[in-house]
């Protein structure tokens, strides 16, 4: 193993403390610190000499999140929820019987209650058709990370939709 990853396995604990501590929700908090380890390795060479590794990586943690905010803000006025009136998908004949207006209702409610990541998963994924590259091209995310937050949007729609959780 490198130096630089010898380094940055022995930070992992205070990275994910700080982590934490920036965004306080546990599945964005290993989001960011992947996102930090993968930018850290990446950008090594960009490192000033002399600068310690700990307050850099620090600095690179604070500037993805800053441009995660950014990025969701923007995502906020550009994906609107859908109209109530408005199809979801190709819905051909007889595709009524399958799901009626009080069922895509509900179901439009409670993609609205996940968290914004998975929203914009199920969204993309579920409702928009697109492919799992599409969507992590889209949301300009790798691919593994738009399939878990698809698989946890999925099981959240599943859980309260079967009745056991409990909507907000």
């Known amino acids: 193993m490198s130096d ?5 396995v022995s930070l992992l604990p205070r990275l994910r403390r700080l982590a934490w501590v920036i965004v306080r929700d546990a599945q964005d908090c290993e989001d960011l610190l992947q996102l930090t380890i993968e930018r850290a390795l990446a950008r090594a ?3 000033e000499a002399g600068t310690q590794l700990d307050l850099w990586m620090f600095r690179v943690m604070k500037n993805l999140w800053i441009d995660e905010i950014r990025k969701r803000r923007r995502w906020g006025r550009l994906v609107e929820p859908l109209p109530d009136d408005m199809e979801v998908g190709d819905r051909g004949e007889g595709a009524g019987d399958l799901l009626d207006n009080v069922e895509l209702a509900k179901v439009r409610a409670l993609v609205e209650d996940l968290p914004e990541e998975q929203r914009m998963a199920v969204k993309l ?4 058709g697109y492919s799992y590259a599409e969507a992590a091209a889209v949301l300009e995310i790798p691919e593994g990370t738009l399939t878990s937050r698809l698989a946890r949007g999925r099981t959240a729609l ?8 409990t909507r907000h």
């Not at 630089?4 to 940055?8: A, L």
């Not at 994924?125 to 928009?128: N, T, Y």
């Open 4 to 8: 630089i990853r010898r380094e940055i």
């Open 45 to 47: 060479g960009e490192r």
């Open 125 to 128: 994924v579920l409702l928009g």
């Open 158 to 165: 599943l859980q309260h939709y079967n009745g056991k959780g």
